[in-house]
């Protein structure tokens, strides 16, 4: 007797997407649709090749981690890492100075992983910090946000502490320590240190400012063993995703075809309903922009945290259960953006050269007015490095309502502003404009509305990813078994792994194997 195929439909052709269909063609139990709205594979992950000699990463850009990552271990697969060993344990380039400049063993074996030599850190007059001062300053910064952690372990944390204050409470103390005495020169230049540390972690998280993140939400996040920061090879994550869709039945993916409602019947988001068994249960309908329907038994949702919050009230008919409905609303999603400067000639001469630019002014709090930020967008732009594959193109990467605003200006402004802030920092007028920029702008991809978001805000109840990752049951069965109709996937929806691709793709896989489990005990 021939097994019948039941159809699921997967919204969103990124990696969450693309891998959940891996699992269920690989499984031979579904026929698979994958209907993505815009023109190209991939989402958040966009390899561009064209702009410089070499592909650069518009969104996703390294891999976080190698083992237990099947990011990785597909890029190894099929010799798709960069021909260098293509990690290291920051974002800045490392170097090999001498850790002989710290007294303090710690200090020094901390300082062998984290330095980075040519990576200027200047003020706003021009001065150049120094190396010592700058690698003590951020091992401060570690420790308070370490010990930090380690408190929620010890100790009841309150759902409303945040990062920011416990930080620089945790980094105030660590200077006492120390002896570094208010009001000097030397005190100053640590705080600036302690801001520039704070915008990084900002950039990391996807946060406007650390008040925003809750404290209690940094013990969720777990880090994969090996580099940090490891690099892709010339294809980039594009290279990754096309093995994937190797995969993935020829026509399956609908491109142009963004989603405009999902209707799911006889779910358990009413009261009362009494489950019936019927072997029929193609209770999903999938209706697109250009009025074509789709009826299927399994939706599984990898659409952005971003678009999920702007259409919740109309995309889900009849509305998402509690759960679902606060998990969305509460999950942060953040924006960051990156900025491409391409040079006819690089004017720095180090292929280590970086430049880390610490401002005068405060950050950016939640209490200033959208208007004061637009003015000082350019404080969540904490620096420049050459990137990853080209050695004439600077990247800087700018996060929260700085990232939005940036998002309002042309290419060429933006090139016009970086361009002061390189003369001003290096305190050399000569430096040249850029001959090509190009700057991303994931806020006003209305089918993203963002980049990502790697915490939790105050006063979250740190249930809410668990409750987004449990599918919507319809009230009927089959063999006995409940029907899971709708189930999301993607970045965000990975307890430990969020804001990563890796968390994206084991996301994806993990919701394809609910379907492939339900599938095998309902038959």
């Not at 960069?82 to 380039?93: I, K, L, N, T, V």
């Not at 010339?234 to 399956?252: A, F, H, N, T």
Request: proline share 3%; glycine share 8%; net charge negative.
């Amino acid at each position: 007797m021939a097994t019948t195929r039941r159809k699921v439909v997967i919204v969103g052709a990124g990696i969450a997407g693309l891998s959940a269909g891996v699992e269920l063609s690989r499984s031979g139990q579904y026929e698979v649709i994958i209907l993505e709205a815009m023109s190209t594979f991939g989402g958040r992950i966009q390899t561009l090749k064209g702009f410089g000699s070499h592909a650069i990463e518009l969104g996703a850009n390294w891999l976080h981690g190698t083992k237990g990552s099947p990011v990785y271990e597909l890029a190894k697969k099929h010799d798709l890492l960069s021909m260098s060993d293509g990690s290291s344990s920051s974002c800045s380039s490392s170097s090999s100075i001498s850790s002989s400049i710290f007294d303090d063993n710690e200090d020094a074996k901390w300082y062998k992983n984290n330095s980075a030599e040519e990576n200027q850190y200047r003020t706003e007059a021009g001065e150049c910090m120094n190396t010592k001062l700058v690698l003590q300053a951020k091992k401060m910064f570690a420790d308070a946000m370490d010990k930090n952690v380690d408190s929620i372990h010890v100790s009841e944390v309150d759902m409303d502490q945040n990062t920011g204050d416990a930080l620089a409470q945790g980094f105030a103390e660590e200077l006492k320590h120390r002896g570094i005495v208010n009001d000097t020169k030397e005190y100053h230049q640590y705080w600036l240190i302690y801001k520039h540390c704070c915008s990084m972690e900002c950039l990391d998280i996807g946060s406007n400012t650390l008040r925003d993140a809750q404290l209690k939400s940094y013990d969720n996040y777990k880090e994969l063993e090996g580099g940090y920061y490891t690099t892709l090879g010339e294809e980039g994550y594009q290279g990754v995703l096309e093995k994937l869709l190797e995969d993935i039945p020829e026509g399956s993916i609908l491109y142009n075809t963004p989603v405009e409602r999902i209707q799911y019947a006889d779910c358990n988001t009413r009261n009362g309903s009494v489950p019936q068994d019927d072997d029929d249960d193609a209770v999903v309908t999938v209706t697109c922009e250009d009025g074509r329907t789709f009826r299927c038994s399994h939706v599984i949702m990898t659409a952005s945290v971003g678009f999920l919050k702007e259409n919740l009230e109309t995309f889900f008919r009849p509305p998402l259960p509690e759960d679902k409905l606060s998990a969305i609303r509460t999950l942060p999603y953040g924006n960051v953006n990156k900025i491409f400067l391409k040079y006819k000639r690089p004017f720095w001469n180090s292929s280590d050269f970086g430049l880390q630019v610490l401002w005068d002014a405060p950050l950016p709090t939640k209490e200033e007015s959208e208007e004061e930020e637009k003015e000082k967008f350019y404080r969540m732009l904490p620096g420049f490095d050459i990137e990853d594959r080209n050695d004439d193109i600077l990247v800087g990467w700018t996060y929260g309502r700085g990232a939005d605003y940036m998002e309002t200006l042309t290419d060429e402004e933006i090139g016009q502003r970086c361009t002061a802030i390189l003369r001003k920092f290096l305190n050399d007028p000569s430096i040249p404009e850029p001959e090509k920029v190009l700057c991303t702008r994931w806020k006003g991809n209305r089918y993203q509305r963002g980049a990502y978001g790697a915490f939790l805000p105050v006063q979250a109840l740190g249930k809410e990813i668990e409750g987004i990752q449990r599918p919507v049951y319809s009230n009927r069965t089959r063999h006995g078994q409940k029907v899971p109709v709708l189930l999301f996937a993607g970045e965000a929806f990975h307890k430990t792994y969020f804001s990563t691709t890796h968390g994206a793709m084991v996301s994806g896989m993990d919701q394809a194997k609910v379907l492939i489990n339900f599938s095998l005990v309902s038959k």
